[in-house]
């Protein structure tokens, strides 16, 4: 099958795709039509069934294991070291109130953190009086994130906390060597995977960091409230659970309460079964059908095709550092308000992006179900502003 024919039928698939011109899934990517449909199947099966039984229980658990598996096999990761969670947001608190706080500890993160990673850290300073030190890798996440990092790290350094892709530029971090800097030094690693699950390649053993938190409903098209939390097996002994429950603990014969030695032991309780279901058939897709390696070019290639061509906008200053290296590209035009932009190439093109209102600046997210005449649309389109 040809590259064009191959993007046709994913185009297909992926309704919303064909209606509009979707360059927005750093914020939510487009539904595959398997993942509406196993929802509804799943909800079918409850309606008609009822939950009841130990069938209803194993399907339930059926549907959770291999949500964990699917997760597993896109990170590179063994499944006992994957949590099921509903969002990025949930992974990053999990980790963060994880930590034994006391007052004076510090915490490193850089300036290019989004609220979902600060917001827990800043209701740690509130609460416990621990210090958060930012790490400057500069305005458009172009400098070496080492030794920004290794340069604040004091005897009270309890955690490092950061992005593997700039949700404000684009730019990708390099992550290895921060988890290799931390464990040598007995640091956990935490990193906020919102804008590079799902468009570029992931090994959690080779990247060497101790916790990564993911989302499924931005560059993984899957359904909102659905996410993962990798846990590294060796580094489940920083973090003490915050809140437990049914699925956090042991189920065996003479045993009261002990949590399990796995990643598991950070779920609560029950989840949103058929959203589970859609998770699983997105990421079924997104392998089998779509194929990760040519998502992962495909979105990398059209990234620098966007790149070079906005930059012969005049006025345009770009704010991602370096072509290709996520599906993310920021920007500002001189004279323009952001917001206005945004809205203007919806209303008049049916062309949605999305605006980051800290830094003024026009973010397009190119995903594998894109075209390069759709990105020439979008040239012409700010051409005329």
């Not at 300073?125 to 004091?154: C, F, N, Q, S, W």
């Not at 399990?260 to 897709?285: D, I, S």
């Not at 800290?358 to 894109?370: E, V």
Request: glycine share 8%; aromatic share 8%.
């Amino acid at each position: 099958m040809s590259d064009l024919t191959h993007l046709q039928h994913i185009r297909q698939e992926m309704i919303a795709t064909t209606t509009r011109i979707y360059l927005n899934a750093g914020t939510f990517g487009p539904l595959p039509a398997c993942v509406p449909a196993a929802m509804q199947e799943r909800m079918q099966q409850e309606w008609q069934n009822g939950r009841l039984g130990a069938s209803g229980y194993e399907s339930m658990s059926a549907i959770y294991d291999a949500a964990r598996k699917g997760a597993a096999h896109l990170l590179n990761a063994h499944v006992d070291e994957i949590a099921l969670t509903d969002n990025t947001g949930e992974g990053l608190n999990i980790i963060s109130f994880g930590i034994d706080w006391h007052e004076g500890d510090e915490v490193i993160t850089t300036n290019h953190e989004h609220i979902s990673l600060l917001a827990p850290l800043y209701q740690l300073r509130d609460r416990y009086g621990i210090r958060i030190r930012v790490a400057d890798i500069g305005e458009k996440g172009e400098r070496p994130v080492l030794k920004p990092v290794a340069d604040l790290v004091t005897p009270r350094t309890r955690l490092i906390s950061l992005s593997h892709v700039s949700w404000m530029t684009g730019a990708r971090l390099n992550i290895s060597e921060v988890g290799y800097m931390g464990r040598e030094w007995g640091i956990p690693v935490l990193i906020d995977g919102a804008q590079s699950a799902g468009a570029i390649p992931l090994d959690m053993h080779a990247l060497n960091v101790d916790f990564y938190a993911i989302p499924m409903q931005k560059w993984l098209c899957g359904p909102d409230g659905t996410g993962a939390l990798y846990a590294r097996q060796g580094a489940l002994s920083y973090v003490k659970s915050t809140y437990v429950g049914y699925w956090s603990v042991k189920h065996e014969e003479g045993i009261d309460w002990e949590l399990l030695e796995k990643a598991q032991r950070f779920e609560v309780g029950g989840r949103q079964t058929a959203a589970l279901a859609g998770q699983v058939a997105a990421l079924n897709w997104l392998d089998a059908v779509a194929g990760y390696d040519w998502i992962y070019e495909r979105i990398a290639t059209l990234s620098a095709y966007a790149y070079h061509a906005l930059l012969e906008i005049p006025g345009l200053f770009m704010l991602t550092p370096r072509p290709g290296e996520s599906g993310l590209l920021a920007f500002r035009l001189e004279g323009k308000n952001d917001a206005e932009v945004v809205k203007v190439l919806n209303e008049k093109h049916n062309i949605f992006i999305r605006n980051i209102p800290s830094t003024l600046a026009l973010r397009i997210s190119t995903g594998f179900y894109n075209t390069e005449e759709e990105i020439d649309t979008v040239v012409r389109a700010l051409r005329e502003m």
